[in-house]
């Protein structure tokens, strides 16, 4: 007998599911051992069908949450669900088939209720270090993937709930921050297991047929609903082409050029006339590339919209082979994460933005920024401090951007201080929003944010961001956010310039400084309301000298606005 689908219920069983999700990614995080997973929770979690399709995810990490359907499909060729049995745990971090980097490890569990299937729970974390050439496992000068780190083919690193130590042994030998990792995997582990038995759960409150029922349901639900938005774009063709600066290696210009074809309630996103492949580590695996592109079709499209698998079957994406959003084995891939996957991201929302230019922000501050230090502390103990840093939010048609937030592909909290200073021999110098690095416009960009850490003992810096030539762009005539900034002050020395990408060592007593940049602005900035430049003076985010040259308007001494001057100054709009 056909089931027939109640709209209550799916939506009662699809928020269900959610919360499992949700519910694993809280065991993740309060488990977990390292400060980037259990503080800054760089982690996601999702539930699939058997087959490997995407059923519901918790709200953690876009590009994890794109690209894990890619690993979960890439396993299930080598376990068929068929060969898989309850308590199994199968670990993978192999860009060439799981599509993010090393760092990231991802777990998948088969789940069974009454010996029959109902579905696998999956949970991806950022490790702090796989082994490779640099504390982090985050050179920015590897030239091809074996100086990145371990890698790990899917592997059954559970059995029938029994976990086979050996292997466990093995991987933890290769990397430097032995206790962490441990710590981490029995995170995950656990992670998994409260997913299955949670899912457990629901299909014996609902039945094991119903349930599946409503996960095929589900997908289908975001299908239709997706097409449903897109129809309301115009139909056309739009390109947009962006670029990275420099693969750590050089500082050439390396193009990411999007054709973007809106037609019949479906969206192909082709980019055809992107850069080859380089040789440093800014490559990005198909499973980032797409990863990126459902992100952007979602946030333009319907930004409610539930993440499934629908999304995916309305989506076509081109990725020639051998260029930077798919290369071939073995590209170095570590930083595509950190910076190529914002600027995919950004490329297809510059080409949305010509179909749909009220539901695109300006540009973001365009990079993860990613700022990692390892080395021994005084116990002679390996440590390894990695956070990704936020910006400036591009400013929307009605909204500025949020100031100090991360943007596009990533979604992770800050380290506290009190964390970074407890767990690492560092010493966090300072911490906050820049003045004046927001783009101007009717709608302000957001503002990026500093912070400068001094080194206590020898280790090995490495940064990776971008957007230090060229400010994140504007739209409708909003002004670029400013550039992000990097410097390193050796003892007894004054600050030296860094390019946005290098890995160095320093001595006890280096100071780095890193500055990330603004977001774009929305629209003329002479239009802005002096109200609203003067609550931007008052709270510290725009200069009195900025509010006059960005904005046209006139503050007194008491930062009163002076309505005469700033009417003569601003004079019509630009």
Request: one cysteine or more.
């Amino acid at each position: 007998m056909v089931l027939k689908t109640d709209p209550v219920t799916l939506e009662v069983l699809r928020n269900a599911l959610q919360s499992v999700a949700e519910e694993m990614g809280v065991t993740l995080t309060r488990t977990a051992l390292s400060p980037n997973i259990k503080d800054r929770r760089d982690c996601s979690t999702a539930l699939y069908t058997p087959a490997g399709e995407l059923v519901a995810q918790a709200e953690h990490i876009p590009l994890h949450l794109g690209l894990m359907p890619t690993v979960v499909k890439a396993v299930l060729n080598v376990f068929p669900f068929g060969e898989l049995a309850p308590g199994d745990a199968i670990i993978i971090n192999d860009p060439y088939i799981s599509g993010s980097h090393l760092p990231d490890v991802c777990l998948i569990s088969p789940v069974f209720y009454g010996g029959e299937p109902l579905g696998l729970v999956a949970n991806l974390a950022h490790h702090v270090d796989v082994g490779g050439v640099v504390p982090g496992s985050m050179s920015t000068t590897a030239t091809e993937i074996f100086q990145e780190g371990l890698r790990i083919p899917p592997v059954k690193l559970s059995r029938g709930g029994v976990i086979n130590q050996d292997l466990l042994r093995v991987l933890a030998h290769n990397v430097r921050t032995t206790g962490e990792f441990y710590g981490d995997i029995q995170a995950q582990l656990s992670a998994n297991q409260v997913g299955a038995a949670r899912l457990q759960e629901l299909a014996e409150r609902v039945g094991v047929r119903t349930l599946v029922h409503y996960m095929h349901e589900i997908i289908a639900y975001a299908e239709r609903r997706l097409r449903a938005a897109l129809k309301e774009l115009t139909t056309g063709r739009y390109h947009f082409t962006d670029y990275l600066e420099g693969d750590g290696l050089s500082d050439d210009q390396i193009s990411i050029a999007v054709t973007l074809e809106l037609a019949g309630g479906g969206v192909r996103v082709d980019f055809t006339g992107t850069s080859p492949q380089v040789p440093g580590p800014v490559n990005a695996t198909r499973g980032v590339t797409l990863a990126c592109v459902y992100f952007a079709v979602k946030a333009v499209a319907d930004p409610g919209l539930p993440g499934s698998e629908g999304i995916a079957r309305v989506v076509e994406v081109v990725t020639p082979p051998g260029t930077l959003v798919n290369p071939l084995f073995p590209a170095p891939v570590a930083h595509a994460n950190i910076n190529t996957a914002q600027r995919i991201a950004d490329a297809v929302l510059g080409a949305f933005a010509q179909a749909a230019p009220h539901r695109v922000t300006a540009a973001g501050t365009g990079s993860m920024s990613n700022f990692t230090i390892g080395g021994r502390d005084v116990r002679h103990r390996y440590y390894s401090y990695v956070e990704t840093y936020g910006g400036g939010q591009g400013a929307k048609c009605d909204q500025d951007g949020m100031d100090g937030v991360h943007v596009n592909m990533t979604n992770t909290l800050n380290t506290p201080v009190e964390v970074i200073e407890m767990n690492y021999p560092l010493r966090v110098e300072r911490y906050g929003l820049i003045p004046n690095s927001g783009g101007p416009g009717r709608f302000r960009g957001g503002c990026g944010i500093v912070r400068e850490i001094a080194v206590l003992d020898e280790a090995v810096v490495t940064v990776s961001t971008e957007r230090n030539r060229r400010g994140p762009w504007g739209l409708a005539g909003g002004g670029r956010g400013r550039t992000a900034r990097c410097t390193v002050r050796l003892p007894g020395r004054q600050p030296e310039p860094k390019p946005g990408k290098f890995t160095s060592r320093v001595p006890p007593g280096t100071v780095i400084t890193l500055e990330t940049a603004g977001g774009g602005g929305f629209g003329d900035p002479f239009t802005r309301p002096p109200a609203a430049v003067r609550a931007d003076v008052l709270h510290g985010l725009v200069s009195k000298e900025a509010a006059l040259a960005d904005y046209g308007v006139v503050l007194d001494e008491n930062l009163e606005v002076d309505e005469e001057k700033t009417r003569a100054t601003r004079g019509p709009s630009r």
